[in-house]
């Protein structure tokens, strides 16, 4: 039996080998399934899709059972595009919104797709024609995309339109469509930069020039891979996606092979002289300005908005910048990029702001226009840590607050938490009595001097962003949760918030300095606000104040919500009264954080342990005690009852609950709140 079960596995193992050799031998191999694409006929063009929406009104619904047929052009392999998905026909291009990241696995370039317009909106954004899920311009969500997109076969040929800057410029045909630009170089200035700034991930605007000095803007992700690399420096052909933002003509890349044939000769538009950075001019401050020299730079200043005197321009090159005065009223526009001949001209400073003076307007050379120059983007601290560094340049401050007045005109305050800097307007500038807006902001504007340091905006409309207009739909929130937004840092108030409460100080008797008023609301919470200016509010008052954007810090410990202007004040009553809590004095010690800046009565003072004989004296501090605990009760000597006499004990008091540095203290109204 033994034998037979041996003999039977030989035979099995043969066969197995057997197969085995003729599997080896066999020539024939499996093919992969061959693709099937659906049959779709399109009915409608891009262009005809396009056509069904103005742009700059409310975007359209398809009602209509259309499909256009187009091709990818766009990738989002290297990050410079995100959830977007560009195609084009014969006739047109067009964004599709798609809530969907790395689309290019899918959907790469030259892959034909259908697209099922019905139910779908086109509308626009900054001058581009998209098609969305709603009228919001929301994207289409993964889930229901198979509803509206069909891919096709792949590996279609995709010829970029060859097209001039101008051609680009003067038709609205190209948005949205891959176009080819010879003879194109990157501007000096932007040569040899990086795309983007992948430290911040902040996307950077950098210019591409024909030799006849017309220039576009090659636009690129601070999250695109190619963010750190450079840009080169020779002449020849650059293919990219034309889009528009707002009235600015621009490009996207779908990666650096887009503009690897950036590699020839470059051509030239100059004015005689040596070209010098303007840091090197800037250094030759003190001494003579370099003969037989000249400095290429973009205007970052705008005349038109009079916030800047007409003799005045500043520019920029990629070292820095430096203003510049004519001997008369010039006429070159921001985004200009100019030379200027340095011969007979002189660095002088007027009040403290570095200048190059005495140059004739018509030396100067336009070599294009409509460049864009990116801000760079930096606190108030490091500004002012700088100032040099960044004089005369274009800064980008986040996360600010303006505070001071209503309106533009004259001197605010601009903060971002780190530190605070004069925004100076001139009376006369176009946008001088425009409402200064509430809330978080991101302000441009060129560092400037005038003896102090200060940022001057060139037009609020496009300088400022963020905010909401001054007390329109601020919504009204609890002062408990208002400090809770404190996490120990000084920062600004998020979100376009107001509070509500009674004045529980008396600014009439002086124990709380006059820039100072502090609100305690019905729910027993309380803080002290501190305006830009001495305000009128009285004891009593029942108060609206609109906190967006200012500041919440605290000073020697005391939390304060600063940077307010007097108008973020309404008066809603007067005469209003706020019980104080009766608590002993080691439930405030207790408590000092939670009921700080609010009102409280302390019975039974049976001792004062320093301090006296009258209020104010010896640095104001009378510590006293009342057999649980003791706490400062300060006086100013700017009080009214400053030095009267302190009472014998024993007494009750009434007080604001506050602190300086780590002494908790409790601080009088009046001389009404010491009971006997």
Known sequence: MKKNIIRFT??????????SSIQSCKKRFDEPPVEEYPTIIPNATISQIKALHTIGNTATLITDSLVVEGIVVSSDEAGNFFKQLIIQDDSAGIEIRIELSNLYAEYPVGRKVWVKCKDLFV?????????????????????MLSKFLVGGPKDQTVTPQSVSILDIKNSTRYRNMLV?????????????????????????????????????????????????????????KAVGIHTNFGTDAQLYIRDTDDVNALNGNRCTISVGGNLISISTLRAAFGGSVPTNSKINAYVISDRTTGNIVGQNMVVMDASGGITMRFTSAHTFNE??????????????????????????????????????????TVTVANLLANPETYESSLVKIVNAGISGSTTYSGGLDLTDGTGTIDLFTRFTASFAANPVPCGTLEVVG???????????LRDPAVDVTGGTPCGSGATLENIEDVRAQFTGATGNVSGNLKIRGVVISDRANGNVVSQNAVIQDSLGFGVTVRFTSNHTLNLGDKVEINISGATLEEFNGLLQVSGLALTTATTVSTGNSVSPRVATLAQINTNSEIWESTLVRIDNISSITSGGPTFGAAGGNLVISDGSGSITLYTRTAATFSGSTVPATPFDVIGIIGQFNTTKQVTMRNASDLIP
Do not use: K, W
């Open 10 to 19: 030989a035979v099995l193992l043969s066969a197995l080998l057997l197969g």
């Open 123 to 143: 509308g626009d954004y900054e001058g581009n024609h998209q098609l969305t899920i709603n009228d919001a311009g929301d994207r289409i969500p993964e889930g």
């Open 180 to 236: 080819e630009l010879n003879d194109v170089q990157f501007a000096a200035a932007d040569s040899g930069q990086t795309y983007a700034d992948a430290v911040t991930s902040s996307s950077l605007n950098r210019s591409i020039q024909d030799c006849n000095g017309n220039a576009i803007i090659l636009r690129s992700s601070g999250y695109a891979t190619f963010a750190s690399d450079l840009t080169p420096g020779g002449n020849g």
């Open 335 to 376: 985004g200009d990029q100019v030379e200027i001949p340095l011969d007979g001209a002189t660095l002088g400073e007027f009040s403290g702001l570095m200048q190059l003076e005495d140059i004739p307007s018509g030396s100067v050379t336009v070599v294009s226009t409509g460049n864009v120059v990116p801000p760079t």
């Open 446 to 456: 060129i560092m400037g001097q005038f003896t102090t340091y200060q940022v001057q």
